[in-house]
């Protein structure tokens, strides 16, 4: 049974920073991506940043280039996002997600398989 779970999720200050992490286990992911995507209230669920298991090819919206960095540790098979210059507008439930997307289809949520139940990340102004 696969399984993704996120943690590190809180509440920061402006300009602050936090730092994600999801865990996949069940199954081998060499081939996967690891996406995470957030959902801010009243508003989809949409994408932030990826990185692939093989290569650590990485992908970002461009509201956070420059602010986040997603690594990975294939042998803990955990993957990190790190938030810097958070902002109030960054603030949303955050998810990890698995899948085998191809390259252009890193962004969309439905390439994922499987998903973490989600950690809240909220910002003050």
């Known amino acids: 049974q696969v399984q993704v779970v996120e943690s590190g999720g809180g509440l920061v200050q402006a300009g602050g920073s936090l730092r994600l992490s999801c865990n996949a286990s069940?199954?081998?992911?060499?081939?996967?991506?690891m996406g995470w995507f957030r959902q801010a209230p009243g508003k989809e669920r949409a994408f932030v940043s990826a990185?692939?298991?093989?290569?650590?090819?990485?992908y970002y919206t461009d509201s956070v280039k420059g602010r986040f960095t997603i690594s990975r540790d294939n042998a803990k098979n955990t993957v990190y996002l790190q938030m810097n210059s958070l902002k109030p507008e960054d603030t949303a439930v955050y998810y990890c997600?698995?899948?085998?997307?191809?390259?252009?289809?890193?962004?969309?949520?439905?390439?994922?398989?499987?998903w973490g139940q989600g950690t809240q990340v909220t910002v003050s102004s």
């Open positions: 990185i692939t298991w093989s290569d650590g090819r990485t």
């Open positions: 997600a698995a899948g085998s997307p191809p390259d252009w289809g890193v962004r969309t949520r439905t390439r994922y398989d499987y």
């Open positions: 069940g199954r081998t992911f060499s081939s996967y991506a």
